[in-house]
């Protein structure tokens, strides 16, 4: 195998591919990135068993062929290249990469022992980088870490038609974003949950151009740009978000995102470890409070808009910025009904494309 790369191409093609390596993986051979080169191509790819990566760039081709090599050597070299094109060649057991003066001979894996990567999922509708970056990113922030419970480390895609809705939880919280996309069947209908930690590398990577997402036997596929991944599905099983999401709130308060996150940012420096923010709406003002402890305390107040009684909630800071930095509106709807209930943050209006449930904590 012999061909010639940009290298600019080749290091963003390689660090691409580089983070789904998995970090202990089962078998040698899957810690490696195979290059495949063909015709006018070169085919980069990674798989674990669970998640596959595969990136597409143009390349010249001397010799067609295909060697697998160590992905965080080859991500480490790529990056540090100096700005020439480079040159990867195969000799026996090594490929022998140059680039200007710089010249690296790497030990290969053995090709025949890779597993074939599963094929890219039958489209089932396609979306703008930019909204399902922003989507993810916006329902990621609520699931949670815990192993032991595979559906709460997962994001739930739900789809009617022209309609999506994202979904996650940790329990503590439940973070939903709806958007529409370009469906290949009117009528589509279907429910999957897609590990959170993916779905967010997904997001992250696949921001310019058109997002193809397609579900084919316990298998989700992304693909953009000439990058495609793919990973196995969660069980299909969640809680039913929705009914949860629809409660009504006799208490709304609206205020402007950017100077109340400021200010709840300011006050939890003084907030001990575990202990909570405390939210004291009347009309016209949020009082935000903490403290009290050994360190101190803290308050500031913030206009807001209310509807209903007074009320003085409580929640734990980093959940409550987290359904803050959700929202798209220059301001947000803060829906209550009582100190020891949850309440929904939204985006402003009657019709919100974001909704952040979030626990109140017992005030003390």
């Keep these: 195998m012999k061909f010639q790369v940009d290298r600019d191409v080749l290091a ?26 063909l015709d006018d191509s070169l085919t980069l790819s990674v798989f674990d068993y669970d998640v596959s990566a595969r990136a597409v760039i143009d390349a010249e081709v001397a010799e067609p062929g295909k060697v697998l090599i160590p992905g965080r050597v080859l991500a480490e070299i790529t990056r540090s290249l100096p700005g020439e094109p480079v040159q990867i060649v195969t000799s026996g057991a090594e490929a022998v990469l140059t680039c200007g003066g710089a010249e690296f001979g790497l030990l290969t894996l053995p090709v025949e022992d890779f597993p074939t990567l599963p094929a890219m999922p039958p489209r089932a509708g396609a979306v703008g980088g930019g909204v399902f970056a922003a989507a993810v990113a916006q329902v990621a922030v609520a699931a949670s870490r815990d192993l032991t419970l595979p559906m709460l480390t997962g994001i739930r895609m739900d789809i009617d038609g022209a309609n999506v809705s994202l979904a996650a939880t940790d329990r503590y919280r439940i973070a939903a974003r709806d958007f529409l996309w370009h469906s290949e069947e009117p009528d589509q209908r279907a429910a999957v949950m897609v590990p959170a930690r993916v779905m967010v590398e997904v997001g992250r990577s696949l921001r310019a151009g058109e997002v193809s997402i397609g579900f084919d036997a316990g298998v989700a596929g992304f693909e953009c740009a000439g990058r495609t991944t793919t990973v196995r599905l969660l069980d299909e099983q969640f809680i039913d978000y929705r009914a949860r999401l629809a409660e009504t709130w006799a208490i709304r308060a609206d205020v402007t995102v950017a100077p109340f996150v400021e200010a709840i940012k300011r006050v939890a420096l003084v907030a001990e470890r575990h202990t909570a923010i405390r939210l004291s709406f009347t009309q016209g003002q949020v009082l935000v409070q903490a403290g009290g402890g050994e360190i101190g305390r803290g308050a500031e107040a913030v206009a807001a808009d209310l509807e209903g009684d007074d009320i003085q909630i409580a929640f734990q800071p980093h959940y409550l910025l987290d359904g803050l930095a959700g929202v798209e509106t220059e301001k947000a709807s803060i829906h209550m009904a009582s100190p020891t209930r949850p309440s929904l943050i939204t985006d402003e209006g009657d019709d919100p494309a974001f909704r952040y449930l979030v626990m109140s904590l017992r005030l003390a």
């Design 12 to 37: 963003d093609a390689v660090a691409w591919s580089a983070r789904t390596l998995p970090g202990r993986p089962a078998m040698p051979v899957l810690s490696g990135i195979l290059l495949e080169a």
